[in-house]
């Protein structure tokens, strides 16, 4: 199992820019897909979640509003759509995937996740 993100760069603050996740390998419309990310110094931080079945996101308050997770099952790929940037977004992102049934109360919670990309790096500059 792969997941390789793509996707990053240099934006300037209230800029927009996509990122995307493609798995090989094993690969389920099931799945939980997840978008953490880490900034210098800083841990790992929860950013959003999407759910297989039944569809149904999840964001982090910093985030709500102008990013957007989807998926495209077909591509077996994730995407993490990045509106009105700010230079606090700044950081390496990574995607993540659970293959277990979900718990909703988990997904904001890097151990929940069994295989992660290898990260993407974003600059916002201000």
């Known amino acids: 199992v792969q997941l390789q993100a793509s996707g990053g760069g240099l934006v300037q603050a209230g800029g927009s820019r996509r990122l995307s996740c493609a798995a090989s390998?094993?690969?389920?419309?099931?799945?939980?897909l997840g978008w953490f990310r880490q900034a210098p110094e800083k841990e790992r931080e929860f950013v959003a979640a999407?759910?297989?079945?039944?569809?149904?996101?999840y964001y982090a308050n910093s985030v709500k509003g102008r990013f957007t997770i989807s998926r495209d099952n077909a591509k077996n790929t994730v995407y993490l759509q990045m509106n009105s940037l700010k230079p606090e977004d700044t950081a390496v992102y990574y995607c993540?995937?659970?293959?277990?049934?979900?718990?909703?109360?988990?997904?904001?919670?890097?151990?929940?996740?069994?295989?992660w990309g290898q990260g993407t790096q974003v600059t916002v500059s201000s």
């Open positions: 999407i759910r297989g079945v039944g569809g149904g996101e």
């Open positions: 993540a995937r659970h293959e277990g049934r979900i718990i909703t109360g988990l997904v904001h919670n890097s151990d929940y996740y069994d295989y």
């Open positions: 390998g094993r690969t389920s419309s099931s799945y939980t």
